[in-house]
């Protein structure tokens, strides 16, 4: 009775994504809201948090990282790229189908066809 009790509360139970990362420099740990990422990219076995102007590298695998974050919140845009979604200021069209994505920051992003669905959607939410 009780593991039933137990699977029927984790069933209901909103999945938690990542609300902060601890992220390590030659000095300090200090922790970052995923609120503050502006996007997310590749670099082989890390991955690059773009943050304002900064830069920050954590040991993590994008595909890793993607699973943790909240959906709503952060998209896929390209096979090395993940922008948060609210950061986006406007997409431009491109000959292929893809996409140029710019960020409040001025940040310029490539987003394939292949997310572009996905992308749309969470953009007319």
Known sequence: MRRVLEEVRSAAAP?????????????HTFILQTDEIDWIGA???????????????????????????????????HRSTIVRVERIKTLHPLFNGDYLIVLHTGAKLNASRIYQEKLLSLLTE
């Open 43 to 77: 670099a082989g076995n890390y991955v690059e948090l773009h943050v304002g102007r900064e830069t920050h590298l954590i040991r993590e695998r994008l595909s890793h990282l993607e699973q943790k974050l909240d959906p709503e919140k952060f998209a896929r845009v």
């Open 15 to 27: 999945p938690k994504y990542l609300k902060r990362l601890a992220v390590k420099n030659a000095s």
